[in-house]
């Protein structure tokens, strides 16, 4: 099956600073989506994008399916923003999704 | 709008004990259903998906098994768990049809087996 990678695995960022995570997928997928996992558990969407870029607020993400990887960019990191962000993959049908091994991020004043 | 509920929130059960978690979805009919389960520090495990009433499928082996009782009802089961049952477990539900449809979370149920 499809094999999804997140890097780096782990990030500290001082509250202010910018960042970008990156998703690489081993084969074609249907579509992609980002989450954040925040320290409850909750699974937050933040997008869903197939191809091009979407922004929303700090947050924008780029899919660039033909070179099989995914960015996601947070800009201005607020404590907020700690947790755990995952991309996940959807392949064949029924909308299944595979997930990444995840960045953990945390934020610090 | 949609919503899905998953209780309990938190549950304790010991080794060897039977297993009932329930999912259902609101506002819509016909939806895809998932389970998943997330190990700690790990990443999500899709474990079951539903197309529809009666219909599973399953991505892994395991101790666990999925119902499908109504339209909108998911329901993850065990006879007899074992310690390594334990985890956060998570599902989730799509629009069924139309191509690929982003999934949806609750807010999970986390277990723990003693």
């Known amino acids: 099956g499809i094999q999804v990678e997140q890097s780096p695995p782990d990030l500290i960022l001082q509250e202010g600073a910018n960042s970008t995570l990156r998703c690489n997928f081993s084969?074609?997928?249907?579509?992609l989506q980002w989450f954040h996992q925040n320290p409850w558990g909750q699974l937050i969407n933040l997008f869903y994008?197939?191809?091009g870029t979407k922004q929303n607020g700090r947050l924008s993400a780029t899919t660039v399916a033909t070179e099989r990887y995914s960015l996601l960019y947070i800009s201005s990191s607020q404590t907020t923003d700690s947790g755990v962000y995952f991309c996940?993959?959807?392949?064949?049908?029924?909308?299944?999704?595979?997930f990444g091994t995840g960045t953990r991020l945390q934020v610090t004043l | 709008s949609q919503t899905i509920h998953q209780w309990p929130a938190t549950l304790v059960q010991p080794v060897g004990s039977p297993l009932s978690l329930e999912c259902t979805v609101e506002?819509?009919?016909?939806?895809?259903l998932y389970w998943y389960r997330q190990a700690a520090g790990r990443g999500l495990q899709l474990l079951f998906y539903s197309v529809g009433i009666g219909q599973i499928s399953s991505e892994v082996p395991q101790n666990l098994s999925a119902s499908r009782p109504q339209d909108r009802q998911f329901i993850l089961s065990s006879k007899k768990l074992l310690l390594s049952d334990s985890g956060f477990y998570l599902c989730?539900?799509?629009?069924?049809?139309?191509?690929?449809?982003?999934?949806?979370f609750g807010d999970g149920t986390r277990l723990s087996i003693l």
């Open positions: 996940a993959a959807y392949t064949g049908t029924a909308s299944k999704l595979t």
């Open positions: 994008i197939p191809s």
């Open positions: 989730a539900w799509s629009v069924r049809g139309g191509g690929i449809q982003p999934q949806h």
């Open positions: 506002g819509t009919s016909n939806p895809n």
């Open positions: 084969d074609s997928v249907n579509n």
